[in-house]
């Protein structure tokens, strides 16, 4: 199994301040997923980065992956208290997806 | 509006009671998942299905069947239940040419007492 795992668990910061959670995995990759989830709901894409690219953005989102280090993170600039949520990385090789434990962020108005 | 919709979306049954969880997209997409979520685990794939009458086990599929014999529709069946199936269960379709983003339906909350 290539579990992802990210880091940290649970991470609380102030509106306005950014946000940064990585993610490990284990074996190769096709590609990697970043998806948010609001308590106890369904999971919401949110970005995806190749496995030949290094760096994507989208909005207030940055996404990094290092294939060499098998690690990517995912930084939310200017959080919002709307972006408290969990936020998970998943891997994927073919249709096999492989999702972390998810970080569990917080934004404090 | 596209979406995948799930039925029901809480369930409590008894150990041993047959039961169904239905799952259907009208995305016309060619990829099913079926997903358990538990506290400090993630999301665990059970079993996928890469179009009609073609499926393939996940991570965890002991305990669960599935089915693909309509490209929208992807149940998941629990023969036997038992209380450690007790889980909130997702599914999600995808498609190849989105990258297979998986877009998620809003999740059965099952106990099995």
């Known amino acids: 199994s290539q579990q992802g795992e990210e880091d940290p668990q649970a991470l609380s910061i102030q509106e306005g301040e950014n946000a940064t959670m990585n993610c490990s995995y284990k074996?190769?990759?096709?590609?990697l997923q970043w998806y948010r989830q609001n308590s106890g709901r369904g999971l919401v894409h949110l970005i995806l980065i190749r496995s030949n690219e290094r760096e994507k953005h989208s909005g207030r989102l940055r996404v990094t992956l290092d294939t060499s280090k098998k690690s990517s993170s995912l930084l939310i600039t200017a959080s919002r208290a709307a972006d408290t949520a969990s936020y998970f990385c998943a891997t994927s090789y073919g249709q096999n997806f492989v999702f972390g434990p998810g970080t569990r962020l917080s934004v404090l108005p | 509006e596209a979406q995948v919709t799930q039925n029901p979306r809480y369930l409590i049954t008894v150990t041993g009671k047959k039961l169904t969880v239905t799952c259907s997209q009208n995305?016309?997409?060619?990829?099913m998942s079926w997903y358990r979520q538990d506290p400090g685990l993630g999301l665990r794939q059970i079993y996928y299905?890469?179009?009609?009458?073609?499926?393939d086990k996940g991570d965890v599929p002991e305990g669960y069947k599935v089915s693909r014999k309509e490209k929208r529709n992807f149940p998941l069946i629990l023969e036997s239940p038992s209380p450690n199936q007790t889980s909130l269960y997702f599914c999600?379709?995808?498609?190849?040419?989105?990258?297979?983003?998986?877009?998620f339906g809003p999740g059965t909350r099952l106990t099995v007492t």
């Open positions: 999600a379709s995808s498609y190849a040419g989105s990258n297979y983003e998986q877009y």
């Open positions: 995305m016309n997409h060619e990829y």
């Open positions: 299905s890469m179009n009609v009458e073609v499926t």
């Open positions: 074996t190769s990759i096709n590609n």
